[in-house]
């Protein structure tokens, strides 16, 4: 493949990116007008974020072997069309339970898609050095649409209706299609390893049963029994994954990959950084909307400043990976990302320079980490396994915007509730959210209850500030003790696991 059909390959695939992740950030500033549209409880508002990236993580450990079988290219196309008609569906739905079940179906097509990208990448750059630059493009597309997402939902809710940001889905499929089929290429296939569809249905389950597990256990009232059982079901898909994989000739997922520690590493890494961006932007759209007026559009550029930030590191990193190694980059990353969360959750009740400066440090230190773990992963694991370990990664991605998404949820939830004075001072209606709150302000005038929620909410925020912190540094730690020694120096080409 020439020169410039391998970056045009690249511009294409990373459009197909670009629509992944930019449905996995669009709806934070579009929430609260959608959950008013369609009268959405806080828990369906919760299941129509969470609907995406659950079904996405459960399918990908398939999507990316069965990419290995019948080839990354017709997987990508599959997926671009699946998407696109998931995005009509979800753009026209008239119920909250209409709209979960279309995010589900656009994940299928997202977990089609997202494997087939960087595997495409993968098996078209064969240097090393461009490879890594490539990879860190890569990346880059994925802060891109991160950042993008929460700008575009606001500016789109000023002049339209809330369908239309899955309607922006619909033209780019449109463009990518034609260049996929032009562009990529075939690939080889391995069809003499069967496709185990048993294997992607047990995952799906386990992580579904953990979601809920979790909201269950945090929510306020807590829910024991239902999350004792989700937890059960989880527990037991587990073992029925793990051991299922042990038995198969060609399993789903091989472990001996996450022995090397690279490769386990940069999983980390790629868990850790999408967990602080994820519950950074929803904690931080949410309260600027709420608390301090913000419109969405306002609140989506709030937030896109840690995405924007992270643009320059992620493709420094890439291009001088070869001569500093993974750990700097990496574990330096997530305490430079640590460092800048903290200074949004000391400094945001001080001003807006604060969390803007807070936003562009962990911008900074999450892109570091964000394009070096992708090539840790891709890099560390034989040719045949391309498809696999691009679709680890892509599970650390989602696995870590979900978790996000369902434990600092559902938290803030938990503690705006819990932070509330208990006298019979705040209306019962108020004690459900702090969006609830405001809307019977609305109707029967504000009180001093209104200035107790606002402050409860901000309660709410600092806390889920300081656990993402916590989990930074954590991330930080055990990447600097996996990346000592020669696995903290990048390889050249693909390495065999044994």
């Given at each position: 493949m020439s020169k410039t059909r391998r970056w045009l390959l690249l511009l294409t695939v990373a459009g197909g990116l670009l629509l992944v992740t930019l449905d996995n950030s669009v709806l934070y500033t579009a929430l609260p007008t959608l959950t008013e549209a369609l009268g959405a409880s806080p828990s369906q508002s919760l299941w129509i974020i969470n609907a995406y990236p659950l079904v996405m993580a459960g399918l990908l450990l398939g999507a990316g072997t069965l990419g290995d079988r019948i080839g990354h290219r017709r997987m990508f196309l599959i997926g671009q069309v699946l998407?696109?008609?998931?995005?009509?569906?979800?753009?026209?739905?008239?119920?909250?339970?209409?709209?979960?079940?279309?995010?589900?179906?656009?994940?299928?097509?997202?977990?089609?898609?997202?494997?087939?990208?960087?595997?495409?990448?993968?098996?078209?750059?064969?240097?090393?050095r461009e490879r890594n630059f490539a990879i860190a493009i890569w990346g880059s597309v994925a802060l891109i649409g991160a950042a993008l997402g929460p700008i575009i939902g606001g500016?789109?809710?000023?002049?339209?209706?809330?369908?239309?940001?899955?309607?922006?889905?619909?033209?780019?499929?449109?463009?990518?299609?034609?260049?996929?089929?032009?562009?990529?290429?075939?690939?080889?296939?391995?069809?003499?390893?069967?496709?185990?569809?048993?294997?992607?249905?047990?995952?799906?389950?386990?992580?579904?049963?953990?979601?809920?597990?979790?909201?269950?256990?945090?929510?306020?009232?807590?829910?024991?029994?239902?999350?004792?059982?989700?937890?059960?079901?989880?527990?037991l898909g587990a073992w029925a994954f793990v051991r299922r994989q042990r038995q198969l000739p060609y399993p789903?997922?091989?472990?001996?990959?996450?022995?090397?520690?690279?490769?386990?590493?940069?999983?980390?890494?790629?868990?850790?950084?999408?967990?602080?961006l994820a519950g950074l932007q929803l904690l931080t759209t949410q309260r600027f909307q709420?608390?301090?007026?913000?419109?969405?559009?306002?609140?989506?550029?709030?937030?896109?400043?840690?995405?924007?930030?992270?643009?320059?590191?992620?493709?420094?990193?890439?291009?001088?990976?070869?001569?500093?190694?993974?750990?700097?980059?990496?574990?330096?990353?997530l305490a430079?990302?640590?460092?800048?969360?903290?200074?949004?959750?000391?400094?945001?009740?001080?001003?807006?320079?604060?969390?803007?400066?807070?936003?562009?440090?962990?911008?900074?230190?999450?892109?570091?980490?964000?394009?070096?773990?992708?090539?840790?992963i891709i890099s560390n694991v034989p040719p045949h396994r391309v498809g696999m370990a691009s679709s680890v990664e892509e599970v650390a991605y989602e696995f870590g915007g979900l978790f996000a998404v369902a434990v600092l949820g559902s938290l803030s939830a938990?503690?705006?509730?819990?932070?509330?004075?208990?006298?019979?001072?705040?209306?019962?209606?108020?004690?459900?959210?702090?969006?609830?709150?405001?809307?019977?302000?609305?109707?029967?005038?504000?009180?001093?209850?209104?200035?107790?929620?606002?402050?409860?909410?901000?309660t709410s925020y600092t806390w889920g500030l300081w656990v993402i912190v916590a989990v930074l540094a954590m991330g930080a730690v055990l990447t600097t003790r996996l990346l000592r020694g020669p696995a903290g120096r990048p390889v050249v080409g693909a390495n065999p696991v044994h």
């Open positions: 998407f696109g008609v998931a995005s009509l569906a979800a753009a026209f739905s008239s119920t909250p339970e209409q709209l979960i079940a279309a995010r589900a179906f656009l994940a299928v097509g997202a977990a089609a898609m997202m494997p087939a990208t960087l595997a495409l990448n993968g098996l078209s750059f064969h240097d090393p500016l789109l809710l000023q002049h339209f209706w809330w369908g239309a940001v899955f309607l922006i889905n619909v033209p780019v499929v449109l463009l990518t299609l034609p260049a996929t089929l032009w562009l990529a290429p075939l690939g080889q296939r391995d069809t003499t390893r069967p496709w185990d569809l048993i294997s992607s249905l047990l995952a799906l389950v386990t992580l579904s049963g953990l979601v809920l597990a979790i909201k269950s256990l945090i929510a306020t009232p807590a829910s024991l029994a239902t999350g004792g059982v989700a937890f059960a079901v989880a527990a789903l997922l091989d472990f001996a990959i996450f022995r090397n520690p690279a490769f386990m590493a940069g999983t980390l890494s790629a868990i850790v950084t999408l967990f602080a709420l608390v301090a007026g913000f419109t969405p559009l306002n609140a989506g550029l709030l937030v896109s400043v840690a995405a924007l930030g992270a643009l320059p590191s992620a493709l420094l990193g890439g291009g001088f990976l070869h001569r500093v190694g993974y750990r700097p980059l990496i574990s330096g990353g430079c990302a640590a460092a800048g969360v903290a200074l949004v959750a000391v400094g945001f009740q001080h001003g807006l320079p604060w969390v803007i400066a807070g936003m562009a440090l962990t911008g900074v230190g999450t892109g570091a980490a964000i394009s070096v773990a992708s090539t840790a938990a503690l705006y509730s819990l932070s509330l004075p208990v006298d019979g001072s705040i209306p019962a209606t108020a004690r459900e959210g702090l969006g609830a709150a405001l809307h019977l302000a609305q109707s029967v005038g504000e009180g001093a209850w209104l200035d107790a929620a606002r402050s409860a909410y901000d």
